[in-house]
């Protein structure tokens, strides 16, 4: 992780994307409108799982089992889900390069600690 957040880094130095902080309120600014783009891929990975529910009702009621219809729609928006991650995850690194948060420790220390919560979600298998 550390390699991609070097790269993305470096990337978005080259394109002009990189957050501005010539000032307070051209941090802020930035900063609200990559979070606002942010949001927005987040919300076009919701539009690639709805494609998928879609297809997969469509394939049900052609009379297809109901686990293989969702493996084939899921098989279908696989790329483009992976494109809208792709994006979300440029974002997220864009903030974290932002802030100088070194992504993979901030990832393990948080996994360690929802690991060891008390009040844990239930999760049924």
């Keep these: 992780m550390k390699e991609l957040q ?29 979070y606002m783009l942010l949001t927005t891929e987040v919300a076009e990975v919701a539009e690639e799982l709805r494609k998928a529910f879609n297809l997969t009702h469509r394939y049900v009621e052609e009379g ?25 995850l440029a974002y997220m690194m864009k903030f974290a390069n932002f802030f100088e948060i070194e992504m993979e420790d901030s990832f393990y220390a948080k996994m360690e600690e929802v690991k060891n919560r008390k009040n844990k979600d239930v999760v049924r298998r």
């Design 64 to 88: 297809m089992d109901e686990a293989e219809a969702f493996r084939l729609a899921s098989q279908m928006v696989k790329e483009d889900i992976g494109k809208e991650l792709a994006d979300c």
């Design 6 to 34: 070097a790269f993305t880094k470096q990337y978005q130095q080259e394109m002009g994307w990189s957050i501005n902080d010539n000032s307070f309120p051209e941090s802020r600014a930035s900063l609200l409108n990559s």
